[in-house]
């Protein structure tokens, strides 16, 4: 396949890809056999979070549907990587991938802002804002998170995303000096895609710990779930795309001639290759929001580990009515009862069934607490 290419297309800078080579190949692999797995479950449990009619749900499933669709662009990147970052393709495909890549940074930051949002409504205003946290309001928000990345990735369309380095062959998404028309893009990334987020996602998260803090009406694992839901997105926030974007501004900044680029090269790359494992933690977002997505995790993955671990410990000792696991869903109800003051309903329903040689027997246990500031009143409701 023949390229025309002009002098702006051509890398003057000689540098060195073996950060390609291994240690990118070794970490896409390991990302593209957990992520496509991890993120085909939370598929799932989105759907049902959908059937829920839980406003929550649209953005997660958007996520992972984000999540989904760079996973898809890593086959190519590998035989890049693999050919010694010499692109065989057509040059569409090439800004297809890229498109992807940078989509998937600023659409899980989009939504991970918004399930920080959410969090913030439910908790510190539970009884106000309710259209904000309603099923149209949260498709409303993703449609527009979509349009706004697909604007901006048009720009990249726009462009020619191939060029020929010292040894004549073609690189994929890379501009070695940066081009000209990259500052304002890279400026805007950084404001308005990482800057911008980031305060939401802080002032949400202190609020949030605050409100959940001085609550005393919310069960404390009900708590603890919300501390670790608001502390994750943060955590994906911080530990993936922040260093990306202090070295993304420091070569938009910087970068003017082949000394810098060779001597930023790798720390760059390694900062964008962070970003990547985001497609592996968001799903760990379910865990905190959906009991039945937590105990399938734990079925699926930690249960036969303990068996096999513990299956000397366990033979000849095993009781079938031992091994029932019951199955839990607990669900915040917001009430503005009791004079006008607000109180927190938990809803806990558990299922057990115990399996004898003789029969069977199933036990459905519902609990009801309804807490407020004066007064605990709990409710069983048995059924054999």
Not at 89 to 109: A, D, K, P, T, V
Not at 209 to 225: E, I
Not at 334 to 341: K, L, R, S
Not at 344 to 355: K, S, W
Request: charged share 15%.
């Amino acid at each position: 396949m023949v390229f025309n290419m002009s002098e702006e297309d051509v890398i003057n800078c000689t540098i060195s890809h073996e950060i390609h080579q291994y240690l990118f190949s070794c970490v896409y692999i390991l990302v593209l056999l957990v992520g496509v797995p991890s993120n085909m479950y939370s598929l799932y449990h989105a759907a049902l979070q959908l059937k829920q009619k839980n406003e929550l749900g649209v953005y997660l499933m958007n996520l992972t549907v984000s999540d989904l669709l760079y996973l898809a662009s890593l086959p190519l990147w590998l035989q890049y990587f693999f050919q010694d970052d010499d692109w065989s393709h057509r040059e569409w495909l090439c800004q297809l991938c890229g498109f992807l890549l940078y989509e998937n940074i600023y659409i899980s930051i989009g939504f991970l802002c918004c399930i920080s949002l959410d969090r913030y409504l439910a908790v510190v205003h539970p009884l106000r804002f309710t259209s904000l946290r309603s099923m149209s309001a949260a498709w409303l928000v993703s449609a527009f998170i979509w349009l706004k990345e697909l604007a901006v990735g048009v720009v990249f369309f726009r462009h020619k995303e191939l060029s020929k380095d010292r040894k004549n062959q073609s690189v994929c998404f890379e501009h070695y000096p940066m081009q000209p028309w990259e500052y304002p893009i890279n400026y805007y990334r950084f404001t308005i895609g990482f800057m911008f987020p980031l305060a939401i996602l802080s002032i949400s998260y202190l609020c949030v710990l605050r409100a959940v803090g001085r609550s005393a009406g919310t069960q404390p694992d009900q708590k603890m779930r919300i501390r670790q839901l608001v502390s994750s997105t943060i955590l994906i926030f911080l530990v993936c795309f922040s260093p990306y974007h202090v070295f993304l501004l420091v070569r938009t900044l910087l970068e003017r001639d082949c000394n810098f680029i060779a001597g930023i090269f790798n720390y760059y790359h390694l900062s964008l290759l962070l970003t990547s494992l985001n497609c592996v933690a968001d799903p760990a977002l379910y865990c905190f929001v959906s009991e039945s997505a937590r105990g399938g995790l734990y079925r699926v993955l930690f249960q036969p580990i303990a068996r096999i671990l513990c299956c000397c410990c366990r033979r000849g000792n095993t009781s079938p009515a031992n091994s029932a696991n019951p199955a839990t869903d607990s669900h915040e109800v917001a009430t503005d009862e009791n004079n006008g003051h607000p109180s927190v309903m938990l809803l806990t329903h558990t299922r057990t069934l115990n399996n004898f040689k003789t029969g069977s027997s199933s036990k459905n246990i519902i609990s009801i607490t309804q807490t407020n500031e004066k007064s605990t009143l709990p409710l069983n409701i048995k059924n054999n």
